[in-house]
């Protein structure tokens, strides 16, 4: 189970890991069953998301990946 502030500290990590991969859309906190995890979203479908090297815990926080459409700003 990870509370709010553990879930901050692990996201920060994760972003460090995964910055610059550019099929990595957004990463956030989301609640969990037992507390707070993360959520990766990827673009691509499904199977594409699986294949890629995204660690399942980061300090001990869920990791989920989920895909996505393209992101673009609103104006």
Do not use: F
Not at 1 to 19: G, I, V
Not at 36 to 43: E, I, K
């Amino acid at each position: 189970m990870a509370d709010l502030d553990e879930a901050r500290q692990a996201k920060n990590e994760l972003k460090a890991a995964l910055d610059g991969r550019p099929d990595v859309s957004a990463i956030g906190i989301s609640r969990d069953d037992d507390g707070y995890g993360l959520l990766v979203r990827v673009q691509g479908d499904a199977v594409s998301a699986r294949r890629l090297d995204v660690p399942e815990r980061v300090r001990g926080v869920a990791v989920h990946v989920r895909p996505t459409g393209p992101i673009t700003a609103q104006t």
